[in-house]
C-alpha cells in the first residue's frame, strides 16, 4: 500500500516562500505522477500542479509562475516550492498518487489519484 506523508507546512509572511515535501513509502516513486492539492475553509478541492514520472508538470492558471513542482526518485521524495504567497494561499495542502507508466504526462485537472497523504496547514499571515 503506497502512503504518503507531507511536510514543510508553516506560518509565512505575505510575500514569503515554502516548499513542501510529500515523501512516498510503500512503492517506488519513479512509477507514479503526484499532484499537488489543497483546500482552504468554505472553499472547494483545488489541484495546484502535477509532475508526471519523466518529471513533465501541469500547473493551474492560478499557480502558473509562482509554485514549481520537483520530485527527486532517489530519495521518494516530491517537491512543491511555493513563491510570492500571499493569504488566499492560506489552505491544507496534500500530495496524492496515481500509477502512471513513464512517457505518459499528468493533468492537473483530469488526472485521477488514489493515493492521498493526511496534508499540512500553510498559513500566509502578517
Known amino acids: 500500500q503506497l502512503q504518503l506523508v507531507e511536510s514543510g507546512g508553516g506560518l509565512v509572511q505575505p510575500g514569503g516562500s515554502l516548499r513542501l515535501s510529500c515523501e512516498v513509502s510503500?512503492?517506488?516513486?519513479?512509477?507514479?505522477?503526484i499532484g499537488w492539492f489543497r483546500q482552504a475553509p468554505g472553499k472547494e478541492h483545488e489541484g495546484l500542479v502535477c509532475?508526471?514520472?519523466?518529471?513533465?508538470?501541469d500547473h493551474s492558471d492560478s499557480v502558473l509562475g509562482r509554485f514549481t513542482a520537483s520530485r527527486d526518485n532517489a530519495k521518494n521524495t516530491v517537491y512543491l516550492q511555493m513563491d510570492s504567497l500571499n493569504p488566499e494561499d492560506t489552505a491544507v495542502y496534500y500530495c496524492a498518487a496515481t500509477f502512471m507508466l513513464m512517457g505518459r504526462r499528468c493533468s492537473v485537472a483530469d488526472t485521477p489519484y488514489e493515493y492521498w497523504g493526511p496534508g499540512t496547514q500553510v498559513t500566509v499571515s502578517s
Open positions: 509532475i508526471s514520472p519523466g518529471g513533465t508538470t
Open positions: 510503500g512503492g517506488t516513486l519513479y512509477s507514479y505522477a
